[in-house]
């Protein structure tokens, strides 16, 4: 999708693909059938330039047919470089970062008043942490006591331009969340039994929204893609894109060789 449309944020987007897979394979209840059934869990991709990870989830689960991911980036078409709210199964469109956090408290709120028991789950880049909307947030939805809103950190450590701590240090990201009131666990975010089961029991602690810190690699799988800056922006060209592919696919059929 991001070689065909000439697109960025491929780092950004494998950092998560993992998280995504155990999301939508198993924590999230979701319909394709009913993708606006009452009683869904609301799903909030605040990174929203991480949003080809997400097309794929919904086409790989029955959101959106397979054939509409060509189209991702061209004039005209619902999958747009940002994601959309118009696309099935998108709650709320984002990009402009710092702002899922604090709409998914409001739903998360919302669910609360009204006694339902669906749940919030949003995911956000570090590097938005370096945005006072989402401290405002995290003070909210503890105050709120908002046990049905789980965050999700892709804490890839890279940011656009340079890594987190040389442009806004977050450290020490655990205890400031715990001191904020929030539940916390921290895993490796590649890891899909680990994801599975710190994701599981929801929620953790009643009365206390719920931290994953989940640390992961930009452009995970990819070997001239892992840990570099570059590929928040760059755009792989055909020839690499195959080099990509091919690493990928030999590293799955090793893992399924292991299993």
């Known amino acids: ?17 993992d998280i995504m897979a155990v999301l939508y394979g198993k924590t999230l209840r ?51 470089a940002h994601i959309s709210h118009k696309v099935p199964g998108a709650e709320f469109s984002t990009g402009a970062l710092g702002h899922g956090l604090p709409f998914g408290t ?71 969340f715990e001191a904020f009131g929030w539940a916390v666990r921290e895993v490796d975010g590649h890891d899909h039994d680990a994801l599975a089961q710190a994701l599981e029991n929801m929620p953790w602690e009643a009365g206390k929204p719920m931290m994953l810190i989940a640390h992961t690699t930009k452009g995970k799988g990819v070997s001239f893609m892992e840990n570099q800056v570059e590929w928040h922006y760059r755009n792989p060209t055909p020839e690499l894109l195959e080099v990509a592919l091919a690493e990928i696919e030999a590293a799955a059929k090793e893992e399924q060789g292991n299993a």
């Not at 999708?1 to 693909?17: D, E, P, Y």
Request: net charge neutral.
């Open 106 to 176: 409001g739903k998360a709120l919302a669910a609360k008043r009204r006694g339902e028991t669906w749940r919030t789950v949003v995911l956000t880049s570090d590097g938005e942490w370096g945005e006072g909307s989402n401290w405002e947030a995290a003070l909210f939805a503890a105050h709120h006591h908002l046990d049905n809103l789980l965050c999700i950190i892709d804490y890839n450590k890279l940011q656009s331009l340079r890594s987190v701590d040389e442009t806004l240090r977050l450290e020490p990201l655990h205890s400031k």
């Open 1 to 17: 999708m991001v070689t065909q449309a000439k697109a960025s944020h491929i780092g950004s987007a494998l950092s998560i693909t």
């Open 30 to 80: 979701v319909s394709p059938a009913a993708p606006r059934h009452p009683e869904r869990d609301r799903f909030i991709l605040s990174k929203g330039h991480a949003c080809v990870a997400v097309y794929a989830a919904l086409a790989e689960t029955g959101f959106i047919d397979r054939t509409l991911l060509d189209s991702y980036g061209t004039d005209g078409s619902m999958l747009m």
